[in-house]
Every structure is written in C-alpha cells, then in structure tokens.
C-alpha cells in the first residue's frame, strides 16, 4: 500500500489512485499547497497494484533521443509559449479521428487536464501553465479511449507521461506521448494564494492570466493577468519582476520531488519532448526572431512518424545536443534553495500579507544583467521590424 514518509519521493502523478481497484486511495493538500495521496488502509486488499505503477517506486532507464529539430508552426506560433508545435501536433491527431488530452486553466484559474475532440477546445490547451495540472481521472478516460482503438494524445510534464504509461502497462498501442522540458511546478495551493494575494491587492477578482505573454519578447516573455473590474483591467509584468513567476523561476517553489525528478532525462519514455529552443541564436539562427520556436526531441518510432504526418511546419534537423543545450529544464537537476522551507513556513503563519512576503524571497538582479537584458531585447526588436 502506497505510504508517503519522504515527499521528494511522490511526483503526484495519480497513476497510484488510478490503478486502486478498491479506489482506497484520495489525493489530499498539504500545508505546501501540493496534493498527495493517502491510501486507506481499512479498504486495502494489499494488492501492491499502486507500488507496481509508481514511477518513483520503478524508477524507468534513461533513453536516447533518435533525432531533433528546431520547428515552428506560423499558424500557431503566436498563441503558444514556444513554436505552437503542441496545436499543430494536435491538429494533425484529430483529423485522424483521435482525441487530444492537455492541461487548460479553468474560469476559477484552477489549472486541471481535459480532453478535446475539436481544435476550438484544443485552444484552451495552449500556452504554459506554471502550475501542477489536476489530472482528475483522465488516466482512465484515456485507458478506455484506447481499448475501443481511438488514437490519443497526451501532453504533460515528464512525471505525468510515466505515471500515464505505468498506469496503461500494455495498453499503450494509439498512444502518442507527448512530455515538455520541464525545470518543475508550484503547487496548485500557493497558486490559489498568490491569486487571492493579487485580488486583494487590486480589490478585483483575476479573471484570465497567461504565463508567457511573448507579444514582445519570446526570451524574455511576461506574466499578464486581466482583472474582472475595469478600473484594475489588464496588467502585464515582465515575469522576473511578477513574485510568484520570480519565485518558480528561483526553483523556490517547485513540488519536492521535482529536487529529484524520477523522469526527466528520457525516463518518461515519451515518443516526443517539446521544449523552449533558447540556443536558437547559435543552432538554428533563421528562427532567431524572438516570436518563439520550439526544440523538439523525437524519442521513439511512433514520435517520429507523429512529426512525418503534421503539416505546415518550419523546420530544420538538429542534433539532440544542440536542443538540449542552454536549456535546464531536460536533465539538471536542481538543489533544494536554502530558504525554501523557511519561506513556506512564513506562509503558514496568520495574518501573513503572502504579496509580500513572496516579494521578499525575490532575488534581484544585478544591473549588468538588466543592462544585457535591455541590449538584447533593443536588438530582437530590430530583427523584428527589419523582417
Ligand atoms: C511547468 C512547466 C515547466 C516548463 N519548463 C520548461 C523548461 O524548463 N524549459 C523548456 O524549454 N520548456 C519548459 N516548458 C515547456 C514550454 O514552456 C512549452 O510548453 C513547450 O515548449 C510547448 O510549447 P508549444 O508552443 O509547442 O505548446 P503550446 O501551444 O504553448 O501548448 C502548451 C502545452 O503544454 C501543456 N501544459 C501547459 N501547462 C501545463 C501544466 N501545468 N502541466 C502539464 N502540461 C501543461 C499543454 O497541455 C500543451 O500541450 C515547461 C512547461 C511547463 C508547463
Ligand atoms: S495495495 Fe491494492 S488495494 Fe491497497 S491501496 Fe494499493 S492498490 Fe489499493
Ligand atoms: S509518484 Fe504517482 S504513483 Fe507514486 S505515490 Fe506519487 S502519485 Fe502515486
Ligand atoms: S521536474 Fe520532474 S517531478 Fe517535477 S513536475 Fe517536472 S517532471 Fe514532474
């Protein structure tokens, strides 16, 4: 029976809560704001079905990717966080008759996975959400969809492809895969808070937030949260300077086990990775026009035929290594930051102003590197309009 005692070891995948056959186990918060779950032990048969599809219990072996690409998709590019590869993936998985799986931010900002049968509800999908996505039961809707043949596309972290993969064991065939470069998550509880912090501060509710405004700088991206009353309206704030993006980009309030990550690397055994192109100034110069571009890793057969069927993409052949360079989110591993317990106690305790006390833990940056900053967003600027 699945027992937390040591939480880096718990990516939070559900595939422990999926496979239940008892449906003994619930995920529960924690005082950090991350969901885990709890088995209970009066319903257990003791049939060790939640250990054997654990990802962190059978830690899976590294895998090589067979090829690589810098792509972009002039269709989509604009509304997705790098080259709008994800939409156009889905398109492609769709006119074949398939059902695409992704994570959306709902009318409450809580961030959950759903499925979608048209592009219209694909559209909610894209762009990043810097927040650990609530799989609910979509393991199951997938399993199901499967069975009956349907062809599926799953997107999420690493950690959600090899608990979706342990969870499904050999009923895998349709499936196509599909994990980011991902550096970690904050939890859907501190979320839920900074997003009362800003309501409180605004005296107007957050009604839509994007992680990663590129409308001017895809390197340097923005945070953007539209308020539901006119006179708060539409703030948007360089995303080093936003507490809650300054501090997940600090790697403060990331989920414990992403200190450890069990699947980055190639363990998740996705068929594709997608990811941030940020060598692309060196690897791929023609895409260099800061509107994004995304790096692609194929990992498997299946991955590769998925990228041969998709239409209407730019794209040039990379080696893995250039993909994988200046980019931490495939295989760093991140240390634990000195104050991150520190910081999370001072959430805990009544009457905590939480803007300001995530204000706090934001570590400024020097001027050169604001100076560098400033240079290269004056010369993206540049290649934009002498395009
Ligand atoms: C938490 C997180 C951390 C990331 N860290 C890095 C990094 O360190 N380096 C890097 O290069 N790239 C990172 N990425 C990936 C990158 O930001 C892009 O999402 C990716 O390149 C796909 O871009 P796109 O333009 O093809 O897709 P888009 O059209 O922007 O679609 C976004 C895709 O991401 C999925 N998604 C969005 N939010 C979540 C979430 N919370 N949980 C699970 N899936 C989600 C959607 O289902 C969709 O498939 C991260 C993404 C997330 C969500
Ligand atoms: S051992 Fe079996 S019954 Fe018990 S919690 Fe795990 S999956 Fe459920
Ligand atoms: S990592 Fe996944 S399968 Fe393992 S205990 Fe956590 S939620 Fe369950
Ligand atoms: S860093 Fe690893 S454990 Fe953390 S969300 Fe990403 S894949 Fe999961």
Redesign the pocket.
């Known amino acids: 029976m699945i027992q937390i005692s040591d939480k880096s070891k718990c990516c939070g995948c559900t595939a422990c809560v999926n496979i239940c056959p008892r449906q003994c186990i619930v995920m529960r918060r924690d005082r950090e704001g991350f969901d885990y779950p709890v088995a209970n032990p009066d319903m257990c048969i003791h049939c060790g079905r939640c250990e054997s599809v654990c990802p962190v219990l059978n830690p899976a072996s590294d895998s090589k990717p067979i090829a690589a690409y810098a792509m972009r998709s002039s269709e ?1 590019m604009e509304g ?8 156009a993936l889905a398109k492609s998985v769709l006119d074949r008759g398939g059902v695409v799986f ?2 959306v931010m709902e009318s409450d900002l809580t ?1 959950g996975h759903v499925e979608a049968d048209t592009m219209d509800q694909v559209q909610r ?9 609530d799989l609910y039961s979509v393991f199951e809707d997938i399993k199901e969809y499967l069975k009956s043949g349907r062809k599926v596309l799953f ?3 690493p950690c ?1 492809v090899a608990g979706l993969k342990g969870y499904l064991g050999d009923v895998a065939e349709g499936l196509l895969a599909v994990d ?4 970690g ?1 904050p939890g859907p509880g501190l979320w839920e808070k900074y997003v009362g912090a800003l309501a409180k501060r605004a005296d107007a509710d957050v009604s839509d937030v994007s992680f ?1 405004d590129k409308s001017a700088s895809w390197r340097h991206y923005s945070v953007r949260y539209t308020y539901a009353s006119e006179t708060a309206g539409i703030v948007t704030i360089d995303a080093a300077r936003d507490p809650y993006m300054a501090l997940f980009r600090q790697d403060m309030t990331l989920r414990p086990s992403c200190y450890r990550c069990p699947a980055r690397n190639g363990r998740s055994h996705s068929d594709l990775t ?3 192109l ?1 060598s692309v100034h060196r690897t791929a110069p023609g895409f260099n026009d800061d509107r994004g571009v ?1 790096g692609v890793l194929v990992n498997t057969e299946t991955g590769d035929m998925a990228m041969r069927e998709i239409e209407g993409m730019e794209m040039t052949e990379l080696s893995p290594a250039d993909v994988l360079a200046e ?3 495939f295989s760093e591993t991140v240390a634990v930051p000195e104050k991150r317990q520190e910081f999370f106690d001072g959430l805990q305790v009544a009457g905590t102003d939480i803007y300001r006390h995530m204000s706090e833990y934001v570590v400024r940056r020097p001027l050169k590197t604001m100076y560098k900053r400033i240079r290269s967003a004056l010369s993206s600027f540049k290649r934009r309009i002498s395009k």
């Open positions: 989509y997705s966080s790098s080259g709008g590869v994800f939409p992704g994570a961030v999908m894209r762009g990043s959400k810097y927040v650990q996505s997107t999420g972290t959600q980011l470069a991902c550096h998550v990663r997608l990811a941030d940020w995304s980019n931490g989110g």
